[in-house]
């Protein structure tokens, strides 16, 4: 009787807070709900990969032992169904479209919630690097994470750090991001068309001609750059230029820190690119010695796939779906040899060069491909092409040209060195240039098509 009078009388005592508290709790679950209901609208998220991707790591039944981290260059680079295979463990590629450290941070405290992770290896592409959190002005990438990711304290850190406080509401609320979208006329009867359909429900990728999604995170392209007809068009921005900032490196000593906590083996690498991008774009070495610094001042292993020799990872076009990622025959060779070099079949001193500089100086004179500008003036279109080499080869080249109402190609240079282009103002085409590294025209090392 005295433990009821007691309850009793610390109810009277606590009314007013329990209420308050009662009245936050459904209030929060009645936000989320309608919070998610709107967003189901509002989102075409039909041929979302994250999607997809976090949905499966949410729902592995095994435990993950490997998980990948990255950005694109991580989740078109490693196919787990063959990681599976030679680490003998079950892998899972958790790389989302421009991850940057923050996201991949993110995601690794997700996976390792219900699983017991041994080992995360962390893709370092050089692209994504550079954010000051605070000024990010682009905020899809962050999204593509955090509109899939469970409720959570990890979550609200997430979007709470990951941009000034003027972008805070649309990352907790993705309708009202969209909701420009609602007032179109018929989106909303295509977007519940869409989600009706049994392969969202169900998610699975929408089927389409050249890519795949093929499970665990991995996403495969099929199609390839043949004979080395790498273009493009316009300047790039220097690897020599792009420089860790202040939350990069925090966004990494939490990946550290929180490896270490939770004995999770860390491994930074770098997928391998087309050597037409690092040639073009600058130092890679630059690059290369600044993710070095941070692994050697915490004592972790990075290993740079770019440094491969030649007999281990040919440079072949035909592994690369564009100038950055490889495609699924690419990933075969690349994940097998992953997996075989972290499982002990294969020795760093066999495989690497010490340097992308060496790299160079022992592959043979080549063009990569070219970038090239179009001006105009009154009277014409000037195309400026430049070769992307690893050194200085002789450069003999034949071009065509076809404009868009013309059947036919017509022969502008023949055997030439390469020099600019003119065309007519106001012809719109497509111009053919055949390489060849002798002035007989008998060993053809490019065919690049472009448009002007």
Request: charged share 25%; hydrophobic share 35%; aromatic share 16%.
């Amino acid at each position: 009787m005295m433990q009821v009078n007691l309850f009793i009388s610390n109810f009277r005592k606590y009314k007013d807070t329990i209420i308050f508290a009662g009245l936050a709790v459904l209030f929060v679950i009645l936000f989320g709900a309608t919070n998610r209901l709107f967003s189901y609208f509002a989102m075409d998220d039909v041929s979302s990969y994250t999607r997809i991707t976090m949905h499966e790591l949410y729902g592995q039944d095994e435990n993950i032992d490997i998980l990948f981290l990255g950005s694109s260059h991580c989740y078109r680079a490693l196919n787990p169904e063959i990681t599976d295979s030679i680490f003998e463990e079950n892998t899972f590629n958790g790389g989302t479209s421009a991850q940057c450290l923050d996201g991949s941070y993110a995601i690794l405290v997700e996976a390792d919630k219900k699983n017991d992770l041994k080992t995360v290896y962390l893709e370092m592409y050089y692209g994504v690097q550079g954010n000051e959190y605070k000024k990010r002005t682009e905020m899809t990438s962050t999204y593509a994470i955090s509109d899939y990711m469970r409720p959570s304290v990890n979550k609200f850190c997430y979007l709470i750090n990951a941009s000034d406080k003027e972008y805070w509401m649309n990352g907790f609320m993705p309708a009202v991001r969209n909701r420009n979208q609602l007032m179109e006329k018929g989106y909303l009867k295509d977007i519940l068309m869409k989600k009706s359909q049994a392969s969202y429900k169900n998610y699975e990728y929408p089927a389409k001609n050249n890519e795949r999604y093929q499970g665990k995170g991995y996403v495969a392209r099929y199609f390839s750059i043949e004979n080395n007809g790498f273009s493009h068009e316009g300047g790039w921005t220097g690897i020599s230029e792009q420089k860790f900032t202040n939350d990069d490196i925090k966004s990494i000593k939490n990946i550290i820190d929180y490896c270490e906590k939770h004995q999770i083996e860390l491994v930074l690498f770098v997928s391998p690119m087309p050597d037409y991008l690092l040639t073009g774009t600058g130092n890679y070495d630059n690059y290369i010695n600044q993710v070095e610094k941070i692994a050697d001042e915490h004592g972790i292993k990075y290993y740079d796939f770019n440094l491969l020799k030649e007999q281990y990872f040919p440079n072949q076009s035909t592994y690369f779906a564009d100038t950055d990622h490889l495609n699924v025959y690419g990933a075969k060779k690349f994940s097998e040899l992953f997996a075989m070099f972290f499982t002990g079949k294969l020795s760093k001193e066999e495989m690497f060069y010490a340097s992308y500089e060496e790299k160079m100086k022992n592959t043979p004179a080549q063009v990569y491909g070219i970038v090239y500008d179009i001006e105009e003036s009154e009277e014409e279109k000037e195309i400026s092409i430049i070769p992307i080499c690893n050194k200085n080869p002789d450069i003999y080249c034949t071009i065509y040209k076809k404009a868009y109402n013309s059947e036919k190609y017509t022969e502008i240079e023949t055997l030439t060195v390469l020099q600019n282009v003119t065309v007519p103002v106001d012809e719109k085409g497509e111009l053919c240039i055949y390489f060849y590294s002798d002035p007989r025209g008998e060993n053809m090392t490019n065919e690049i098509h472009i448009n002007y």
